[in-house]
């Protein structure tokens, strides 16, 4: 089952890849030691308010995005297979996300009714 801390630091390391920074870049952006956005990723250690909202400037995002959106909020012990998509899909470059979103795509098409 997956915690909230693991799920929101998947969230942080794809953005954070997203804008091609590295989480020494972050944490001087929001104004924090790199070992704090490492542990943050890594789901051992819950951010404050303060970091949340830094994190989310950095990012251009409304502060709730951060933790999913409708039925995809990030929710403790969740055990859903988006979970370990999102952990997966985290650490890939932006151009391995596009090819896997074309893959993605045209697997779809073909999705059974």
């Not at 985290?90 to 391995?96: I, N, R, V």
């Amino acid at each position: 089952m997956a915690k909230v801390e693991e799920q929101l630091g998947a969230v942080v390391k794809h953005h954070r890849k997203r804008l091609g920074l590295t989480q020494s870049q972050l944490a001087e952006r929001i104004d924090r030691q790199p070992g704090t956005v490492q542990s943050l990723e890594a789901g051992s250690n819950a951010p404050t308010f303060e970091t949340l909202v830094r994190l989310a400037a950095v990012f251009d995002m409304p502060l709730r995005d951060l933790f999913g959106v409708g039925e995809f909020a990030i929710k403790d012990g969740r055990e859903d297979p988006l979970v370990g998509i999102v952990q997966r899909l985290s650490g890939l470059t932006t151009e391995e996300l596009e090819w896997i979103d074309e893959v993605l795509a045209i697997t779809l098409r073909f999705k059974p009714a």
